[in-house]
């Protein structure tokens, strides 16, 4: 049952917002953020509207039915009428109770996707390049920007490191479930005997920080430049363009070579740093909040397996949730990969609908 007192409330400040809104004016400030509030609540608003809409069709048709005066016809028709009707209510309800869930307030940010080679060697490396490609073409089957913030190659082929911004609509809320360990299990090419190797590597999602949200002292950091260098040490600049920024306090280090330009790299490495304080903080406050629920889909944690890829047997498993698809040419492709994120997002509205009704 929804709580008819929380909707009254949300309805009561959507109406204040909007006769705010209507009567305001010359400062532009104050309607950006009362249209930002708006927009936050507008879609819930509409669809409890609808629902107390549908609730007074309701009530009408049942004071039909419990008419004595109304003929045989009008009641058969009420009959039928509220069986529908009743349909709607429930489907409202539904979509109501998911709009009231908690939010994750990063779920609209883009993000910063690390991955990295983990044990396996250049079958990792090679395999870094093939997760590389897969959210490279998600992000451009959701029409999201990408930037490659640092890249270092494999000896032969793929990476070993690979930094991307990916930036857009929901790109964190769809993507935050990607981080931890990814495994591949398959048959080198240089293998001549045919034997399956396991390989994996390690997959970070970070929601992008904006300076509002992470503070970086300048007393806190320690800079130091150097001379970019490519795949076998050989030097690609001759200026000391590459940057390496520590965070004292957190011993957390970013480097960035990819741009000639120091001030760019500069730049890029802070963007970096940004997002990996700001997930340190995340974590902090996501475990405290996980203590009070029964189980996660993952914990984000970058030693957890998440999910293994068979390319022998053609299938993709996510260990979470226990979700097999024998179509990895697909997942590999990114059109597949929809579906599990699907899955992953299903489950975990899933769980939080759980906690909050126990």
């Known amino acids: 049952m929804l709580d008819e007192k929380k909707l009254d409330k949300i309805l009561q400040n959507y109406e204040d917002i909007q006769n705010q809104m209507l009567t305001l004016s010359g400062d532009r400030n104050k309607y950006a953020e009362l249209a930002i509030e708006f927009s936050k609540i507008e879609e819930i608003a509409k669809a409890i509207i609808e629902y107390r809409m549908i609730l007074k069709e309701k009530n009408d048709l049942e004071e039909i039915l419990n008419s004595e005066s109304e003929d045989d016809d009008v009641i058969e028709m009420a009959k039928s009428d ?131 949200d992470v503070k970086i002292e300048d007393k806190d950091i320690r800079i130091d430049v150097f001379r970019a260098s490519g795949p076998g040490g050989q030097s690609v600049n001759t200026t000391d363009s590459a940057v390496r920024i520590t965070h004292i306090p957190s011993g957390i280090t970013v480097s960035q070579q990819d741009e000639k330009s120091q001030h760019r790299n500069r730049e890029k490495a802070l963007k970096v740093l940004r997002a990996r304080l700001y997930e340190k903080e995340k974590n902090e406050m996501d475990q405290e909040r996980a203590s009070n629920r029964k189980s996660q889909i993952g914990s984000g944690d970058r030693s957890e397996r998440i999910r293994t890829y068979n390319f022998p047997q053609g299938r993709v498993t996510d260990h979470r949730i226990n979700l097999t698809l024998h179509k990895l040419v697909a997942v590999m492709e990114s059109e597949g990969l929809q579906e599990i994120i699907d899955a992953l997002i299903a489950e975990d509205k899933a769980q939080i609908m759980a906690g909050e009704t126990n």
């Open 82 to 212: 509220i069986t529908l009707v009743t349909q709607k209510i429930e489907k409202v309800q539904s979509v109501i109770g998911e709009l009231l869930l908690p939010k994750d307030s990063d779920d609209n940010k883009s993000v910063i996707i690390e991955i990295r080679a983990g044990t396996g060697g250049d079958e990792a490396a090679l395999f870094v390049g093939d997760l590389a490609r897969m959210y490279l073409r998600f992000a451009d089957n959701n029409k999201w920007k990408v930037e490659v913030m640092d890249s270092n190659e494999g000896e032969f082929g793929g990476y070993k490191e690979f930094i991307a911004n990916i930036a857009g609509n929901n790109v964190y809320q769809k993507l935050k479930f990607e981080s931890g360990v990814h495994r591949v299990q398959r048959v080198p090419n240089t293998e001549s005997s045919g034997r399956i190797h396991t390989s994996a590597a390690t997959v970070a999602v970070l929601p992008e920080a904006e300076e509002v």
